[in-house]
């Protein structure tokens, strides 16, 4: 079940008043979790020295656009949290599928956290529905029975925000959907990785998941998992310890 820089640039920035990831993928305050509340998966830590978390999503938890799942943004935490976490067994186990619909996430999600132990989920969705005009309203409904669902099975989630990529706007009205997952997660009191807001801040400095060279697409894709990684694992490591 496990799942599956930047080659063009890779930028040497440091921005005053910035959670520092890495050069070219800090994390503004703004956008970071800094007093993010995880207490299932800190007790699983505590009495067990053991994290397991569960990435469940379509094709950006996949990583399809890395070419390799080494690469996906759920392998690369796995290892950021290791070195964040000595003396703990961790372990993100990837349920990522392209072309999947909330829906079917939604109704197997305690299913899958009962199946793996995990007690922390990371849950990416709407891409699919952007795409396809999903009524948002009846989006709504399969986000908060996802987050239900979770909930029931004891453990914590922390929601991603939708993927951004130029030209997504043509798509949709994503802002409708991405109010849907704010929404969500603030009627569970659950957190949201502001996933959306990161990537156009990244993008302006360079790091941009389709780069105009498309020899450069895979390498950029594969930085920017591994700055989600990074950003990610810069929460929840804290917030388990």
């Known amino acids: ?16 008043g910035v959670a520092h990831a890495e050069a070219g993928c800090a994390v503004p305050p703004a956008l970071a979790l800094p007093n993010l509340k995880l207490p299932h998966a800190r007790s699983l830590v505590h009495a067990r020295h053991t994290l397991v ?7 950006p938890t996949l990583g399809a656009a890395a070419d390799g799942a080494a690469f996906s943004y759920p392998s690369r935490l796995e290892v950021r949290l290791s070195a964040l976490l000595p003396g ?8 990522g599928a392209a072309h999947r619909s909330t829906q079917s996430m939604a109704r197997h999600l305690s299913e ?4 793996s132990g995990a007690r922390l989920v990371l849950w990416e969705t709407g891409g699919r529905e952007v795409s396809r005009g999903m009524n948002v309203d009846s989006y709504a409904s399969e986000v ?18 939708l993927q951004y990529t130029p030209g997504m706007m043509r798509l949709a ?14 009627n569970s009191g659950v957190a949201v990785f502001q996933r959306y807001e990161l990537m156009i801040d990244w993008a302006q400095h360079g790091l941009t998941l389709n780069p105009t060279d498309s020899a450069a697409r895979v390498p950029a894709a ?7 990684a990074a950003a990610l694992a810069q929460a929840i490591a804290p917030a388990v310890r």
């Open 1 to 16: 079940m496990r799942a599956l820089a930047l080659a063009a640039v890779i930028l040497s920035l440091t921005l005053p």
């Open 53 to 59: 978390v569960l990435a469940v999503g379509s094709a």
């Open 88 to 95: 703990v067994a961790v372990a993100v186990l990837n349920q």
């Open 112 to 115: 899958m956290v009962a199946e």
């Open 144 to 161: 908060q029975l996802g987050l239900d669902e979770i909930q029931s099975a004891g453990a914590d989630a922390i929601l991603l925000d």
């Open 173 to 186: 009205p994503i802002d409708a959907y991405r109010q849907v997952i704010h929404d969500a997660a603030a």
């Open 222 to 228: 594969r930085r920017l998992y591994d700055c989600i």
